[in-house]
């Protein structure tokens, strides 16, 4: 059994993106450890938060605005070199007692003493191993350098999933203080009754989401599959669905709206370093049909159907199986709601928790 700190920090610097699953991420855990006692300030990089997205973060807490971009929205290194003096300025303004990076070249170049825990949700790097398997192209190699010195910075580094920390050391080396905390997602609203359409959600302009092979199979596939979010993405990345029907971009409540009507889930991805939409399904009761990737065997094996993720006729063949068997979408869809009860919004406070204390007694060691 997990055992809470016996203080937690009492307050937490998060940073935290508008656009990519971070936000989901940050926000979901911050709104955790607020219950937990702590106060936490949300430091946020890229683009602005629309105006509902900001009144969300300021139920929570404190909410600031760096200049610093993303690094994977960086046109050059050299945007990032301003980032360790806004974040040590923010440290010392709100009195911190630890820092949650939500990127490890986020703790490249870092001086104060204040513990760092740091959460690897992707990077480029084990992106192109993942989807292309190749390192990462010379002229964002630098990638590679900030992160690993990140890495070696941090008090403890938290990886959302087994196979996401073995890829991480695949492409960096060993990484010293690695904790696995899987993701959560709050409750699914209730299936009334399933529809002959199967749905899948994903930023599709990101290769490694693998559309092209959901849109192939699309073709031989007995039921209609609903496509929703954005196929263009900040880096001028297209994608263009011609079989599959794109719904475009939706907010969170719409798309867990359609996966409870959803007859089956899909998800083809070649890079999940967790794949929080199979969660959001899953806790519907949704069957699911997945690519054959070690995260997804990790989080679902025995609860989803797979496939190869590079074969568009076994999918189409996995999509035509269920919607001709109505016992075995019923078994699968009651086995990933029972799965889906393990990845629980407790279970990642109280193992993050754990994951800050390591760092605390770390950083105390260190200084």
Known sequence: MLRRMNRPPGRILMTLDAVGGVWRYALDLARGLKAE?????????????????????????????????????????????GFPEELEALVDEYDVDLVHLNCPSQACGIGFRCPVAITSHSCVVTWFQAVRGTEVPQDWRWHYSRNRSGLDRADVVISPSAAHAALMQTCYGPIDRMQVVHNATARAPAASSRENFAFAAARWWDAGKNGAVLDDASGDAAWPIYCAGPVEGPNRQRFEFRRACLLGELDNREIRALMA??????????????????????????????????????????AALFFAADDPTALAGAMNLLAA?????????????????????????RRTLVAYESATQRSLARG
Do not use: N
């Not at 936490?40 to 969300?56: C, K």
């Open 325 to 349: 068997d109505g016992p075995l979408r019923r078994r699968l869809g009651s086995a990933a709601e029972r799965r889906a009860r393990s990845y629980s919004f407790d279970q990642q406070v």
């Open 37 to 81: 006692g702590c106060a936490v300030v949300l430091a946020g990089l890229g683009p602005a938060p629309s105006p509902s997205q900001r009144q969300e973060c300021e139920a929570i807490g404190k909410v600031v605005w760096c200049r610093t971009p993303p690094d994977w929205m960086t046109h050059s290194e050299k945007e990032l070199d």
């Open 261 to 302: 009507r959803a007859g089956i889930f899909v998800s083809p991805s070649r890079y999940e370093p967790f794949g929080l939409a199979a969660l959001e399904a899953a806790r519907s009761g949704t069957p699911m049909i997945l690519a054959d990737i070690p995260t997804y065997r990790e989080l679902w094996d025995g």
